[in-house]
């Protein structure tokens, strides 16, 4: 498996304001991946971050709103830019490692943010 | 792209029944279907996974099934406890690596003592 940090580990936040999530894994990773969890709802994909490129959005998440850094193997950030009630959610992020004869998928904490 | 459609969305059994959850992908190219169980106010956890190279895979209580040319999978989990109870999700994936996930809506999993 893998040990897997965020923070921070909820917030408050005022509309239009950005608030920017860490990520941090115990060992490298290739692949890492940010989920939004609305309340009471199933996860769905933000972005792919693989290092060294641009991350890869999925329809209907664009790049202004939710920007991804990966700087090294073991650590990335999503921002919510300019933040309304609407992005209130708990936000994921996860890793693939290596399982028996494929990857498999391991989720943070999360990180639970409202928007006032 | 994929599509995962799981049923039902609510299961309240007694302790030490059977419970049995169901999903349906789209998508012919999906090879890896894990299970999640999210308790309130935690991460998911994979409870246990299946590759489309297996018909079945058990872990103690829990077993997976995989029907490949119905395109469809389940959760099967014996002898439930309270303990039990959380929400689970199905996911699918057509990527045998690295593994962008598709999950279901999940079912909130009731076990009564």
């Known amino acids: 498996s893998a040990v897997i940090s965020q923070k921070p580990s909820r917030d408050i936040c005022q509309r239009g304001t950005s608030l920017t999530i860490q990520c941090q894994v115990d060992?490298?990773?290739?692949?890492m991946f940010w989920y939004r969890q609305q309340p009471g709802q199933s996860l769905t994909l933000i972005a792919t971050?693989?290092?060294?490129?641009?991350?890869?959005?999925e329809s209907g998440f664009v790049i202004d709103k939710f920007p991804i850094s990966r700087p090294n193997l073991t650590f990335s950030t999503l921002t919510v830019s300019n933040m309304s009630p609407e992005d209130s959610s708990i936000y994921l992020c996860?890793?693939?490692?290596?399982?028996?004869?494929?990857?498999?998928?391991?989720f943070g904490p999360g990180t639970r943010l409202t928007v006032t | 792209g994929e599509n995962v459609e799981q049923h039902p969305s609510t299961l309240s059994v007694q302790e030490g029944d059977s419970a049995v959850i169901k999903c349906t992908y789209s998508?012919?190219?999906?090879?890896?279907f894990p299970w999640y169980k999210q308790e309130l106010g935690k991460r998911p956890q994979l409870i246990i996974d299946?590759?489309?190279?297996?018909g079945e895979k058990k872990d103690q209580r829990i077993a997976v099934t995989l029907n490949k040319t119905a395109k469809h999978f389940s959760l099967h989990i014996t002898e439930t406890q309270p303990e039990d109870s959380a929400v689970y999700f199905c996911?699918?994936?057509?990527?045998?690596?690295?593994?962008?996930?598709?999950f279901g809506k999940g079912t909130m999993l009731l076990v009564s003592p």
């Open positions: 996860s890793v693939d490692k290596p399982g028996q004869g494929a990857y498999e998928q391991y």
């Open positions: 060992s490298q990773v290739t692949m």
């Open positions: 971050a693989n290092q060294g490129s641009e991350a890869t959005y």
């Open positions: 998508d012919s190219a999906s090879n890896y």
């Open positions: 299946i590759r489309s190279n297996v």
């Open positions: 996911a699918a994936t057509p990527m045998g690596g690295y593994s962008t996930l598709t």
